[in-house]
Nanobody
Framework: QVQLVESGGGLVQAGGSLRLSCAAS????????MGWFRQAPGKEREFVTA????????YYADSVKGRFTISRDTAKNTVYLQMNSLKPEDTAVYYC?????????????????????WGQGTQVTVSS
């Protein structure tokens, strides 16, 4: 079992920045990949970014590429999502997720179905 707790959400003006954190516990941190997804009202959950077990490979949705950065800190059992140049369309509940199975690349990392554990979500609101 893996427990995930997100934090860092809030209200920010367009063009601003936020850093989300996802603290993990319950299993060796390096044994699972991590991802961030988001869900806006009335929309499906969508992939934002992911990082593999070692942290050596990262994956991004086109909509956030160049603005968002994912990273993981093994010493703190935490994954981060640094969000810069925020836009109103980034407004959503952001969820972190952990996946323990093998994944060959973007196809599985970007699929919610691949992940085994989910956090409760944190709200990000970007005002125009």
């Amino acid at each position: 079992q893996v427990q995930l707790v997100e934090s860092g959400g809030g209200l920010v003006q367009a063009g601003g920045s936020l850093r989300l954190s996802c603290a993990a516990s319950g299993r060796t941190f390096g044994s699972y990949a991590m991802g961030w997804f988001r869900q806006a009202p009335g929309k499906e959950r969508e992939f934002v970014t992911a990082i593999n077990r070692s942290g050596g490979n990262t994956y991004y949705a086109d909509s956030v590429k160049g603005r968002f950065t994912i990273s993981r800190d093994t010493a703190k059992n935490t994954v981060y999502l640094q969000m810069n140049s925020l836009k109103p369309e980034d407004t959503a509940v952001y969820y972190c997720a952990a996946g323990v199975n093998y994944c060959s690349g973007y196809g599985c990392y970007s699929s919610p179905a691949w992940y085994d554990y989910w956090g409760q979500g944190t709200q990000v609101t970007v005002s125009s």
